[in-house]
């Protein structure tokens, strides 16, 4: 149960921190849609609406606790400006992440390397579920999945 009561405080810390963002401000240079109150998000191509009220995707439910960080992290961490920089950097080179490289390589990459490890067609099947679809970007590798997780913020798969 006290599991259950720090998330939720959590929760709504964050939302408090949301509730002081000028949401028309950083509309466009996130490419969220301002709607009633809060935005629009589309989550892996999934919408979900944030506002200072709470988080809920289109069924009108709150998401899991993961998913309502991210949304709320991707509003109040918006840059001043777009980063002029079009290079693909991994998840290690952005700021502050070297703390959770470890949890990145053991819940992300690895979970997805043995799973679809020598099934790249399944892999391919399976990615348009979840917006992502096969790019061309010119890089040396066999399939290079691209993922739109968030507005401007693109992820790659590269097998």
Same mark, same amino acid.
């Given at each position: 149960?006290?599991?259950?009561?720090?998330?939720?405080? #959590? $929760?709504?810390? $964050?939302?408090?921190? =949301?509730?002081?963002?000028?949401?028309?401000?950083?509309?466009?240079?996130?490419? =969220? %849609?301002?709607?009633?109150?809060?935005?629009?998000?589309?989550? $892996?191509?999934?919408?979900? /609406?944030?506002?200072? %009220?709470?988080?809920?995707?289109?069924?009108?439910? /709150?998401? &899991?606790?993961?998913?309502?960080?991210?949304?709320?992290? $991707?509003?109040?961490?918006?840059?001043?400006?777009?980063?002029?920089?079009?290079?693909?950097?991994?998840?290690?080179?952005?700021?502050?992440?070297?703390?959770?490289?470890?949890?990145?390589? &053991?819940? =992300?990459?690895? +979970?997805?390397?043995?799973?679809?490890?020598?099934?790249?067609?399944?892999?391919? %099947?399976?990615? +348009?579920?979840?917006?992502?679809?096969?790019?061309?970007?010119?890089?040396?590798?066999? %399939?290079?999945?691209?993922?739109?997780?968030?507005?401007?913020?693109?992820?790659? #798969?590269?097998?």
């Amino acid at each position: 149960m006290a599991e259950a009561n720090i998330f939720d405080e #959590i $929760y709504r810390d $964050y939302l408090e921190q =949301v509730a002081r963002i000028d949401l028309s401000k950083v509309a466009d240079r996130l490419g =969220v %849609q301002v709607v009633a109150g809060g935005v629009l998000i589309p989550f $892996y191509g999934m919408p979900h /609406r944030v506002s200072a %009220q709470g988080i809920t995707d289109e069924q009108g439910c /709150r998401p &899991n606790h993961a998913v309502s960080v991210i949304l709320c992290k $991707y509003l109040l961490m918006c840059p001043e400006t777009e980063p002029a920089d079009a290079d693909w950097i991994s998840y290690k080179d952005f700021k502050d992440a070297a703390p959770f490289v470890g949890g990145f390589v &053991n819940n =992300v990459e690895k +979970p997805l390397s043995l799973m679809f490890s020598g099934r790249l067609a399944e892999l391919q %099947q399976v990615c +348009p579920r979840m917006n992502g679809r096969v790019a061309e970007i010119g890089v040396a590798c066999d %399939q290079v999945i691209l993922f739109e997780a968030l507005p401007k913020i693109p992820l790659l #798969i590269r097998n």
